[in-house]
């Protein structure tokens, strides 16, 4: 098992800059990716930005070049620092750690924090 739990949605201007934050406990050593995933109203849930244990980053292509995906190994935290944000990065953006062991593949979810970005 593997318990996530994240920080730093808010409010902010379009043109603005959040930084979420997640911490993992649990069997972390069975982690071999973490991410960021947003849900916006009416939609389906989206991959924002993943990276592995050694550090090989995917990126959703909306986000590219404003957002920035890192990662602490020994501390166990993975951020996203989003920069220049839009109207349309509002969403309840979740933390999601892959693990994989004897029983296989899982994926654990954190319970989400808001961003909203509106002027």
């Known amino acids: 098992q593997v318990q996530l739990v994240e920080s730093g949605g808010g409010l902010v201007q379009p043109g603005g800059s959040l930084r979420l934050f997640c911490a993992a406990s649990g069997s972390i050593f069975r982690i071999y990716a973490m991410g960021w995933y947003r849900q916006a109203p009416g939609k389906q849930r989206e991959l924002v930005a993943t990276?592995?244990?050694?550090?090989?980053?995917n990126y959703a292509d909306s986000v590219k070049g404003r957002f920035t995906i890192s990662r602490n190994n020994v501390e166990n935290t993975v951020y996203l620092q989003m920069n220049r944000l839009k109207p349309e990065d509002t969403a309840v953006y979740y933390c999601?750690?892959?693990?994989?062991?004897?029983?296989?593949?899982?994926?654990?979810w954190g319970q989400g924090t808001q961003v909203t970005v509106s002027s």
């Open positions: 990276i592995t244990s050694g550090g090989t980053t």
């Open positions: 999601n750690a892959k693990t994989t062991g004897p029983g296989g593949r899982a994926d654990y």
